[in-house]
């Protein structure tokens, strides 16, 4: 069974950086496709970036690309996400996500985690 829990999150000024952080405890997290959304007031839940538990190359949304690096630990079953150059539209619930899977343009997941406030203030 998938559980994620995410931490890391809080405020920080425009221009600045923060890293997020999510350990899977189901033990299947190398089988998983991990990602990364996120979602604002208002607005519909995004993807923001995405890779495969048992390594490879990321992909990420073009909102995100150059200024977001999803990364992992394989030995602690964490995944995490470096934000730099952060803009106010950036804030948002951030949330971890496992089982991701492509869909048309975006990405998609069936599980997720509770989610970690990122607030960037300008």
Not at 16 to 21: A, D, E
Request: charged share 15%.
């Amino acid at each position: 069974q998938v559980h994620l829990v995410e931490s890391g999150g809080g405020s920080v000024q425009a221009g600045g950086s923060l890293t997020v952080s999510c350990v899977e405890s189901g033990g299947m997290y190398s089988t998983y496709w991990m990602g990364w959304f996120r979602q604002a007031p208002g607005k519909e839940r995004e993807w923001v970036a995405s890779i495969y538990g048992g390594g490879g190359s990321p992909y990420y949304a073009d909102s995100v690309k150059g200024r977001f690096t999803i990364s992992q630990d394989f030995a602690k079953n964490t995944l995490y996400l470096h934000m730099s150059s952060l803009k106010p539209e950036d804030t948002a619930m951030y949330y971890c996500a496992a089982d991701c899977f492509r869909s048309g343009d975006t990405w998609r997941s069936n599980h997720w985690g509770q989610g970690t406030q990122v607030t960037v203030s300008s």
